[in-house]
């Protein structure tokens, strides 16, 4: 089972996105919500209660 990148949570199989940098580093992504936090606010996980992201 694959977590999502932002909020830990488990993503089932066959849902979700899978995002590649140019880096070839990978991020996977349960919601469209979890994927804009990330990629285009650039926000920390742990700051949010709603993640499973610990400090």
Do not use: D, H, Q, Y
């Not at 580093?25 to 996980?45: I, V, W």
């Amino acid at each position: 089972m694959v977590k999502c990148s932002f909020c830990n949570k488990t993503i089932e199989p066959g849902t979700g996105k899978l995002f590649v940098f140019k880096t070839g580093k990978t991020a996977n992504f349960c919601s469209r919500k979890c994927e804009k936090n990330l990629l285009k606010l650039k926000r920390n996980p742990v700051k949010f209660k709603w993640t499973k992201e610990k400090a």
